[in-house]
C-alpha cells in the first residue's frame, strides 16, 4: 500500500506531466498559426509588388 506522501509525489509528477504536455500543445498551435500568418503576409507582400508592378 502506497504511503500518503507517496500518492501525492505521484500527483504532483502526473500534475507536472500535464502542464508539460499542455505547454507542448500550446506550442505546437502557436507555431502553426504562425507560420499560416507568415505564409499570408508573403503571399500578401507578393500581390503587392506584382500590382505595382504592373502597368495599368
Do not use: C, F
Request: proline residues 2%.
Amino acid at each position: 500500500m502506497a504511503s500518503h506522501v507517496d500518492q501525492q509525489i505521484q500527483a504532483r509528477i502526473a500534475a507536472a506531466t500535464n502542464k508539460r504536455q499542455q505547454r507542448r500543445r500550446q506550442r505546437a498551435e502557436l507555431d502553426e498559426a504562425r507560420a499560416h500568418g507568415l505564409q499570408a503576409r508573403h503571399t500578401a507582400k507578393l500581390r503587392r509588388w506584382q500590382k505595382d508592378e504592373d502597368p495599368e
